[in-house]
């Protein structure tokens, strides 16, 4: 074995280029990640998040919240995390509240906040709404943080199971253009693979790079977002087993890197 092979069987994604999707702190810690694997980030945000277009709806279900008048909260992304952040909101101990997953989870106690409930199984707003619905049997006050863009499943399956919900938009989600150097970086296969880490991702990927090389991986965080991904038309090389980041990166590891002289080729 060759001291280069041995580096890469050290370090699994040694001379991977990989584009993370989003900046920020996310961002920062997934390229962390990355690096500890021995891969290269490219963080090149494809969505960011802008304020809601009903602030008045939101300060006063945060306000309720504060006062105790919500028996559940439910997290449905990391982003919803960032938004209570920085309102400082203020949730009592007697409020549960549920992640939708692993990662959702961390954020909220990186803030300080308390986690009740991560789906077992089905990391899914039909799981968390599963699961809530299994542990209430009588009808509760439930608040649903969620994006502009989100599907209605858990509210509508609170709500059919007889529970009281109020469903506040936290943040919308918008597109964010690539540089042109990125643009070019995918289009001839110097990024070796694609991080799909939702729906909206799945779309802007979808969007801003037609000509994705056949060679690129293309790994999505889990089966919704793949199935979101396909339905944009992208072509899903691996899906994570978990909806966890570490998840994600460990199912990149297992591919092999395309030698130079494939990625290049004419």
Not at 191 to 207: D, F, H, M, P, Y
Not at 210 to 224: C, V, Y
């Amino acid at each position: 074995m060759t001291m280069t092979e041995s580096k890469q069987e050290a370090k699994p994604l040694t001379g991977w280029r990989v584009l993370v999707p989003r900046g920020g702190p996310w961002g920062d810690s997934v390229a962390a990640s990355l690096r500890s694997q021995g891969a290269v980030p490219v963080v090149a945000p494809l969505i960011n998040f802008a304020p809601t277009t009903d602030q008045a709806s939101l300060d006063e279900a945060l306000a309720q919240l504060a006062a105790g008048e919500y028996d559940w909260l439910t997290i449905t992304s990391a982003t919803t995390v960032d938004v209570l952040f920085a309102h400082r909101a203020e949730i009592p101990a007697r409020t549960k509240i549920a992640a939708v997953g692993e990662t959702t989870a961390a954020a909220l106690a990186a803030v300080g906040y308390h986690v009740d409930l991560v789906p077992e199984d089905d990391n899914s707003a039909e799981g968390m709404a599963r699961q809530i619905i299994a542990l209430e049997p009588e009808p509760r006050r439930i608040l649903t943080l969620r994006s502009e863009i989100a599907k209605p499943v858990l509210t509508r399956s609170l709500i059919k199971a007889g529970h009281h919900v109020s469903s506040v938009v936290a943040y919308r989600t918008v597109g964010v253009p690539v540089t042109e150097r990125i643009l070019r970086d995918v289009q001839n296969g110097r990024i070796n693979a694609i991080l799909v880490t939702s729906g909206s991702v799945a779309a802007q990927v979808r969007e801003q790079f037609p000509d994705i090389p056949d060679t690129t991986l293309l790994a999505a965080i889990g089966p919704r977002t793949a199935k979101d991904a396909k339905k944009a038309g992208l072509p899903i090389s691996v899906i994570a087993d978990r909806q966890t980041i570490d998840a994600l990166i460990d199912a990149v590891s297992h591919f092999t890197l395309p030698h130079a002289a494939d990625e290049f080729a004419p």
